[in-house]
């Protein structure tokens, strides 16, 4: 059987181990956020100039074009 000094310093081991874990899995949390962050500002930007594009008529559109040959 096991002494309770040996347990106790298992479980402290185990507990920093778990601390050091949580600590890096929350800088790779904050840091998808800020991904995150900037997709959605990019995604935003370009559906942005998708719609002002769209808003020029359907002269912009390339199934409208008439091809070089004709």
């Known amino acids: 059987m096991e002494s309770l000094e040996s347990r106790i310093?298992?479980?402290?081991v185990k507990t920093a181990f778990q601390e050091d874990l949580?600590?890096?899995?929350n800088e790779?949390?904050?840091r998808q956020e800020r991904q995150i962050d900037l997709l959605?500002?990019?995604f935003s930007a370009l559906?942005?100039?998708m719609?002002?594009?769209g808003q020029g008529g359907n002269d912009s559109n390339p199934r409208?074009?008439?091809?070089?040959h004709y």
């Not at 949580?22 to 899995?25: A, N, R």
């Open 9 to 12: 310093v298992e479980l402290e």
């Open 22 to 25: 949580i600590e890096t899995l």
């Open 28 to 30: 790779i949390v904050t």
């Open 40 to 42: 959605q500002k990019q």
């Open 47 to 49: 559906y942005q100039q």
């Open 51 to 53: 719609l002002s594009q």
């Open 64 to 68: 409208h074009e008439i091809p070089p």
